[in-house]
Each structure stands twice: as C-alpha cells, then as structure tokens.
C-alpha cells in the first residue's frame, strides 16, 4: 500500500523540493534566444502599415514559441516535488495529469548518491535508491542537497530498524 497524495497530520515531511534550479538554465537560454531573434527580426522590418502586420506576426510567434519553450518546462520542473515522510519517499510529477511514486522507508535495500565537480560546486547531485519490488530502482537527477537526501534516507532506515529491535 502506498501513501497517500498528501501526507497526514502524524506523518512529518522530513525534507521537500522541486529538482535543482540548474534544470531551468536550457529553458531560460532558449527564452532569451526567442527574445533575441524576434527583437532582431521586428528591428529589421521596413515601416510602413504592412510590416505592421509582418512585425505583429513575429510578436505573435515569438510569444508561442516562448510559451512552449519556457512557460511548459517551468510548469513541469515546479509540479515535480521530491519529498521524504517518515513513512517513505515520495516523488510527484505532472501538470496536467498527476503521477506519484512512493517508495516505503522499510522497502528500501540500498541508497546511493554521486556527484560530478560541477555538481558538487552547485549543491545537487543524483539519488539513486534500490527498492524491493517489481519497480526496484528509483533515480532522482538534479536532487538539490543530495548528501542531506542520502544521509535522511539511512537516517530513517536505522530508526526504523532501532524500532523493530526495541519492539515498537
């Protein structure tokens, strides 16, 4: 059984965050490029009433092309969350449509996490968490703060195993 869509009022979220910002850097590149060209294609268009029309059609396709080039890769990178309950981790996903994957803290065999310089300099890094199931293995990219992740998850998994010893 997985958890629920939001955690209940006994069950506190330990850590929650969208990926890492640094995801957004294509989106935000490819915004200012589309700003660019249509600046640069209405400055070269002759005046006159016709390329009036000419100049508010590039305004028109510059904002269609800056709405599918930023607005829906912002909407997805703000609705993907990323949290860890002290029941299990939770990763939700989708703007339009909702997809949750839960993994529960007792199935989780194996956690793991790496990070290339570049990563390590930015503060994020990519979780890997090894589960018993059809669906064993769960990579997160881009986890903002991957060491405190990894170090929560065990964190978790000793309490958990400490409860079992003690009986609770």
Do not use: C
């Amino acid at each position: 059984m997985g958890l629920p869509e939001q955690p209940t009022a006994d069950e506190r979220v330990i850590l929650s965050d969208h990926p890492h910002w640094t995801t957004l850097i294509r989106t935000i590149f490819l915004l200012i490029v589309t700003v660019v060209a249509a600046g640069i294609a209405i400055y070269f268009v002759p005046d006159s009433d016709v390329e009036g029309q000419v100049r508010l059609g590039i305004v028109g396709v510059a904002v269609l092309v800056a709405l599918v080039v930023s607005v829906v890769p912002f909407l997805r990178w703000f609705a993907t969350r990323y949290e860890l309950t002290e029941q299990g981790l939770v990763i939700r996903e989708g703007i339009l449509s909702r997809s949750v994957r839960t993994i529960p803290i007792g199935r989780v065999n194996d956690a793991s996490h790496s990070q290339r310089l570049i990563e390590r300099m930015l503060g994020k890094g990519t979780l890997t968490v090894e589960s018993g199931g059809e669906r064993g293995r769960l990579v997160l990219k881009n986890v903002p703060d991957v060491d405190n992740w990894h170090q929560q998850i065990y964190r978790l998994i000793d309490d958990m195993a400490d409860g079992v010893r003690d009986g609770r």
